[in-house]
Structures are given as structure tokens and as C-alpha cells.
């Protein structure tokens, strides 16, 4: 492993200071990013312990909407009251994550963050990695990739964004708020995260220094339907094979509006908004949501191994909208 200076921060101000510095990294939980140090996929000169910063607060926000901390767990997330009565397609995707130990680790701000399990990525012993080394290549193109993303890849990455969090959050339309030395800004969450194009070491679009403060969530839909359903290889403790977030608004048995994000199959959250434009109008039937899921992997680019995924994540969406809509 390599080595380290620790500094815990007592305020906001005193983290950014102390961030600013080249080679900083900001810890919270640490499930992830413990674990990569330990393995030298991460080698950050300075980890900045942020655990006594007042980040952790879940609030209502005026007009109705919801400000989650980004030190707030996953699990007093999951079973914050608002966000159960609210957002239960929140609570559902951080629920079917990791384990219930982790979960009293994890925080919010640290699951926006997290990194790809591409074995090429975590195993410092195999060269090609063009996230982990940039300029060495892909070795996941060419060797195996049943894991791997069929959306949103390039010939740099096909890595996975393994969070099930992100992918309710993209269906919410969530705002990532930050601060960092040029001070606050504000995020909308399709674009906080990147797609690999020629830069697959940078998974999100965070500035060099800027520390997760919170993640708000727009107000509930009046009467909204959703549901998270993931696919995986056991029933606990897995990453996504496919998983679909999705959000409806119904008049009886037709859709009015709809939200809908993939996740298991691209390099990060996917918002499948073809198929959130074909739905309205339509009914809950299987025949009518197949076509509207179909939209959402039409620029899929399977590997040798993965091709299932194609159809797996439409699966997904079609049995999202129906468990959703109250359809057997």
C-alpha cells in the first residue's frame, strides 16, 4: 500500500484547504476507496477524513423537494421517512446494494463517486487499463466482458458505473451540489458523470479540489408509481447484469409521463430518454412497453460476451413499468 498523510478536517473550509492540495482525496466511508488503496489502484498522497463535517442532514426543501447530505448512509438514507414515502425508487436501489454492513458505512456523496469493478481496473498486475493507466489499452475489448457495458463505451473503456444509487437518482433528475476554491456550484446528475470517450480516468466531472456537499431532488411527482429492479447473478451482494429505475405518472391504465434509467449496461448512469418520449399515451401492456424499451438499447454496442445484456435490460424496463403501474 502505498503511503499517506491523514488529515481530519473540523470544518468545511478546513477540508477544501487541506483538498486543494495535489494528490488530496476526500474520505468518507471509504468502502470504496479503502479498498483501492489497499489494492494500489488509488495512490493519493493526502486522504482528508471529512467525517466531522455537518454533511450528514436529510431536510424537505421549500416547495416540497429534498436535500440528502453527502455524509448521510446509505442506510439512514434508505429509511429516512421522506425519502421512503417520496422517492421509494431511492430507498429500493440503495437497499439492493452491497450488504447492510456496508450500507451503515456508505454515504451519499461516496456512492456518487464510486469506481468501476472491471476486474482490468482493480487487478494492478494486469497492465491494460486505459482508466487505471492512461495510454495502455483496453483489456477488456478483447478478453472478458460479460460484465461490461454496451452503452456509452469507446474504444478507451467499456467499464460499468457499478452504483445502483446513481441510476435512481438519474430517473429523479437529481442536482449534485458542490464546493470547491472557485466556491459553490451546482450539477445536474446526467452530468456529473462521464462517459469514458478518450479520457476514461476521469469518471465524473468534478474539479480538481471540489468536495460533494449534498444532492437535492426536485419535489415528487402528484401520485407517482416507481420501481427499481435489478439483475444480478445471486440474489445478494452482486452487481447488476441490468437494473431499470423508473418513474410513471398514470391516468388508469395509460401513461402520462415516465422517467426511466438503466444501469449493469453502460459506463454510467443511463437515462433511456427515447423510450421516457415513446411512452406516453401508451398502455401498460407488454406489447406496447416492449416497443418503448426496445428505443433504449437501439445504439447498443455489444462485446463477445455480453450481447445479453441487450436484451436483459429491456427485460428490465418492461418488468420496471409493470411492477410500477401495479401490473402483474
Known amino acids: 500500500m502505498h503511503a499517506f498523510t491523514y488529515t481530519r478536517a473540523a470544518d468545511v473550509g478546513g477540508a477544501l484547504q487541506a483538498g486543494a492540495a495535489q494528490g488530496s482525496a476526500y474520505l468518507g466511508g471509504g468502502t470504496n476507496l479503502l479498498d483501492l ?115 456509452g463505451g469507446s474504444e478507451q473503456c467499456v467499464a460499468v458505473n457499478p452504483s445502483d444509487m446513481n441510476v435512481a437518482l438519474a430517473a429523479l433528475d437529481a442536482t449534485v451540489l458542490l464546493r ?78 415516465a422517467r426511466v434509467a438503466l444501469g449493469g449496461v453502460a459506463t454510467k448512469p443511463w437515462r433511456a430518454t427515447a423510450t421516457e418520449r415513446a411512452l406516453p399515451g401508451r398502455r401498460l401492456d407488454e406489447g406496447s412497453l416492449r416497443a418503448a424499451a426496445a428505443l433504449a438499447v437501439r445504439e447498443a454496442h455489444p462485446l463477445r460476451e455480453n450481447a445479453f445484456k441487450v436484451e436483459l435490460a429491456q427485460r428490465a424496463i418492461v418488468r420496471a413499468l409493470r411492477e410500477a403501474g401495479g401490473v402483474a
Not at 466482458?145 to 452503452?151: I, P, Y
Request: net charge positive; hydrophobic share 40%; proline share 7%.
Open 180 to 257: 470547491g476554491p472557485q466556491g459553490e456550484r451546482r450539477v445536474a446528475l446526467a452530468e456529473f458523470h462521464r462517459v469514458p470517450g478518450n479520457s476514461p480516468e476521469l469518471d465524473t466531472n468534478l474539479l480538481p479540489g471540489e468536495l460533494i456537499t449534498a444532492v437535492e431532488l426536485p419535489p415528487a411527482w402528484p401520485n407517482a408509481r416507481s420501481r427499481y429492479i435489478k439483475v444480478r447473478d445471486r440474489a445478494s451482494y452482486a452487481f447488476a447484469l441490468a437494473s431499470a429505475a423508473v418513474l410513471l405518472d398514470l391516468d388508469g391504465q395509460t401513461i402520462r409521463a
Open 37 to 151: 488503496i489497499k489494492g494500489d489502484v488509488a495512490q493519493p498522497l493526502r486522504l482528508v477524513d471529512i467525517n466531522r463535517l455537518p454533511l450528514a442532514q436529510i431536510r424537505e426543501l421549500p416547495g416540497g423537494g429534498l436535500s440528502i447530505g453527502a455524509l448521510a448512509r446509505n442506510s439512514d438514507t434508505a429509511n429516512h421517512a421522506l425519502v421512503r414515502q417520496r422517492y421509494p425508487v431511492l430507498s429500493e436501489a440503495l437497499l439492493s446494494g452491497a450488504s447492510p454492513q456496508l450500507r451503515n458505512m456508505a454515504t451519499i456523496g461516496g456512492n456518487l463517486m464510486q469506481r468501476t469493478r472491471c476486474p482490468y481496473f482493480t487487478d494492478v498486475g494486469f497492465a491494460m487499463c486505459n482508466k487505471r493507466n492512461p495510454g495502455s489499452g483496453c483489456g477488456a475489448l478483447q478478453g472478458r466482458n460479460r460484465m461490461h457495458a454496451v452503452l
